[in-house]
């Protein structure tokens, strides 16, 4: 059984960051990805990576302001967001991926509680 905890969420304004964290518990994860849903709004694809690290996707969004990035040693996957935006506010989850594409949600399971993202303007 493998139990992700996300972690690094917050207040921050326009133009500010944050990392995320997203922690396994249990045994060693294999790909993962980060997803996001904002109140009112379907869940959102952010970001993936292999278990290896390479290769990584993010969504056009975020592509150049966001960067994921594990550690195997940590047994964790971060989330790097440089130069938030108020539409990004939302909550950020991150799941195991599990085959399919990497960009629906329902290829992924193992989903953690999320971590509030709120970027003020």
């Known amino acids: 059984q493998v139990q992700l905890v996300e972690s690094g969420g917050g207040l921050v304004q326009a133009g500010g960051s944050l990392r995320l964290s997203c922690t396994a518990s249990?045994?060693?994860?294999?790909?993962v990805g980060w997803f996001r849903q904002a109140p009112g709004k379907e869940r959102e694809f952010v970001a993936h990576?292999?278990?290896?690290?390479?290769?990584?996707y993010h969504a056009n969004s975020v592509k150049g302001r966001f960067a994921i990035s594990r550690d195997n040693a940590e047994n964790s996957v971060s989330l790097q967001m440089n130069s938030l935006k108020p539409e990004d506010t939302a909550v950020y989850s991150c799941a195991i991926y599990s085959g399919g594409s990497v960009y629906d949600a329902i290829n992924y399971w193992g989903w953690g509680q999320g971590t509030q993202v709120t970027v003020s303007s």
């Open positions: 249990g045994r060693a994860v294999r790909s």
């Open positions: 990576i292999h278990w290896s690290g390479s290769p990584a």
